[in-house]
């Protein structure tokens, strides 16, 4: 019997290059939706972390400080959280300074993203005291200012 050319199975490089160009679509997909999905957790992880600070300076002014807030500091309240400061989901350090009896500010090394900054401001104004004065962010450092 005789085989006609047509009856002859294989693969066309133009079939192998509609899988290349399929699999490298998914490719660039799963990539983007795993950086967003990174992001997201870190600012879920960085409001975690403000907030813990922000309980930490209620328990601190609950034990009667005679200056209030003024003294908060990173020493101050570390005992509140575990005896240690947390840092930040982006790597950096968490700073905390007091500003007046009543306040105190936070500052966290963030990334540089500005979407980034944009999605933490978002859910920090929606804290009433987290919101005045607004939370700053700029050049990879949010400053978030606490007020009892």
């Given at each position: 019997m005789k085989k006609s050319p047509q009856s002859i199975l294989g693969v066309t490089l133009l079939e192998i290059m509609?899988?290349?160009?399929i699999a490298a679509m998914v490719i660039v997909m799963s990539i983007h939706y795993y950086q967003s999905a990174s992001n997201n957790q870190k600012i879920a992880a960085g409001m975690n972390t403000i907030m813990a600070v922000a309980a930490?300076?209620?328990?601190?002014?609950?034990?009667g400080p005679s200056t209030g807030l003024q003294s908060a500091?990173?020493?101050?309240?570390?005992?509140?959280?575990?005896?240690t400061m947390p840092t930040s989901p982006w790597g950096g350090a968490i700073t905390v300074a007091g500003v007046s009896s009543t306040?105190?500010?936070?500052t966290m090394?963030?990334?540089?993203?500005?979407?980034?900054?944009?999605q933490l401001i978002a859910l920090i104004s929606q804290n009433s005291k987290l919101n005045t004065p607004?939370?700053?962010?700029?050049?990879?450092?949010?400053?978030v200012t606490v007020n009892m």
């Open positions: 509609l899988v290349l160009a930490a300076g209620e328990s601190y002014l609950a034990t500091s990173n020493s101050t309240l570390s005992p509140y959280l575990g005896g306040s105190y500010t936070i090394t963030v990334s540089k993203d500005p979407v980034v900054c944009t607004a939370p700053t962010c700029s050049g990879g450092s949010l400053v």
